[in-house]
């Protein structure tokens, strides 16, 4: 038994939290411990409650789940901290977006080269950075030994900032990079077969090594590029309904070419504005739907989540085993086995985000890298010395850097000028005024108050 | 007596060798060495060698003047060598400049958020930096003890390079940062009295400390700024006929204003694409003639370098004094004192580019900063941990070094990629497609055949 104390902050995402739970469930090695479900929608914190309270009992297994909406009860002494908060709801962000459509600038003034992804909130993310912010300072005074897991995003630009301004123990985590798999099949080959390691910064990993029984198998991906690619690429152009189906698309084969290596799961959603200049460049790349990060795609992720929603409070209410809702075994998602290897201090490696120090070189030691790295009870044993092809860290990574540097001088100081210099560096901006109208009237939106004040 | 050999790669250019000449003339501690003049322009040579043995004459001065064609006889077992050399002459660059318009990149596909000089050759100077290169790794082999002073720009980049890909002792000097003067001048205050620091990268320099018997004068910035700035402009505006006459124009203010710092020198003729998107906007900031780096300052600026060759040749041939040439003492530029502060272990401070190593905070250790160190007959003794705001470092500097650390990626590398990525980046960017045939035709054009064969 266990008995630790896990805090989940943002629990309210049902679809996530629910996995979480069941991964808890099917953990006996945490039995005893208390989970702290917390958040501020006191309807999802019962549903939750509901389902994880059904869910043990059907398993059988040991946890005491508390839902709060205090978050300083659910930090308190943790020995973990999960943060999977995310600020404001999606309208929020889809006012901020239509009023820069409004000014010339498609998907939003938040969307840079290699950061396409539309709720990867950056430069306009002033909350949800405050919000991290919060609760690793909270973490820091009343949880001291804790280690912060950063699941919300953006994980490569928290990750970095906590690890700079909080003395907290933090890793972020994300599941990106399980699209090594999706390679793996596409190619034939049994993915559970395969050693692969991607590396870079979070939703920018590249494939540095990919191998079955100690065979590389890039020359493979090669062949199928060859000579099955664009049969596959008809097919899929009449039959993408997953806009998240795009690990062997154009986009990632094109990137592949261009850059050396293949990238990985959420990097195929980056690149630079050539992939992303108007929806029917986005098809060309990423099939129908244009891929996630289009207005259609985008359209269709979210109404998933709300299906989920329902699924769950169906399942909750009528009372039917919930165990058939999920896939056998554990969900994929590393945050728990992970916990167990910190608490048990049983080694395993796992993909996380942390400070460089000397992991992949070339890149400073003060900015998160997504990595494969030893976790234990001790902590985080980095690799080091990893490399990455020029290419990659001059024209991906440096320039994906420089955003976050960007936008952490911007949230750490404010004022106007960062805001401005943000939309200086990108091709959708014709003139300063066209920059600086956009941002004063996403400042003036009913709820940016205090942003405005921060940049102004 | 020092009886060295300072060898000169590039004295072909008239002005600058004419007053290192001069400088060298004024500085018996050197008298003694022998200076080896190298350029490719027979005829150029043929003048500064007359010029430095008719000046010697006057003066009364103990050198041993040659003038050579061959790179290795200038460089073989120097105990200096300098880089003066540019590579192709300005009708080159204009013809790539002129290709860039008709693509829609005004200046040329090479400027880009500060570096906007229009000689400054980084993305397309394959040629001149290839030249530094075999400088260097000639000086690495028939020169191992030499030290390498690169003043031929682009600086920051070169100076870089080299250090990274040469066994050479290498210092970049450029003489930007006198613009400090300037503004002292302009708030009424002896130059001479001036107690100043100016840091960064070249050309890209903030003043962080101004001080007279130390007080701070930076209020008295302030109050020009305050009440005297907009009556100086008035009539600058009517008559301003140097287009450098900028350190005190709105650009500068205003950047003064944006980044928390004043920009020194070269700095001013930076910024992001705001003080640039065409001539308008560059008389706007830079007053009438655009700023150097218009085309009507531009022109301005070559002519005037034909018109100091001019000169010479005139002076040389009638045989009258040249000392009347040049103002009293030195010239102000760095050059000689800082060779005599190594040869003869005399400790002094200049203003040097040199790998950061710990110098400025926040930025790579490999990457050459500017600022001002100690140089005595052991080298450059950096000091450290010298402070930036985070404002220009992340707006300002990162953006500056992303932009070097791309082309030195496409210079070390080749592939069309890192061309393409370059104008990614790049505001004036409308789509892929422009960004490629701009550089297609660059590539294609007669002359540029083996930098076609890189970048393929």
Redesign the interface.
Known sequence: MAGVKIGVVGAGSVAWSSKLIHDLLHTPQLYGSKVYLMDINEERLRLLKGFAEKYKSEVGADYEFVATKSRREAVREADIVINTAMYGGHKYYEEMRRISERHGYYRGVNST?WNMVSDYHTIWGYYQWKLAMDIALEAEEYAPDAWLIQMANPVFELTTLIAREARVRVIGLCHGHMGYREIARAIGVNPDEVEFEAIGFNHVIWLTKFKQRGEDLYPLVDKWVEEEAEKYWQEWRKTQVNPFDIQMSPAAVDMYR??GLFPVGDTVRGG???YH?NLETKKHWYGPTGGPDSEIGWQIYLAHGEAWLEEIEEAVRSGSPLAPMFPKGLSGETVVPLINSIIHDEPATYQVNVPNLGAIDGL?DNVAVEIPAAVDGKGVKRPQGLKLP??I???VL??RM?RA??A??GF??G?F??L??WL?????????KQAEQAWQEILSMPGNEEMKKHYS
Do not use: A, C, F, N
């Open positions: 080269e261009r850059y630079t504005w050539m200049w400073p020029g290419r860290l001059r024209l440096w320039p420089l540097e960007m952490i001088e750490l100081e004022g000028q960062v401005l210099d200086m560096l990108d091709p959708r901006t014709k003139s300063e």
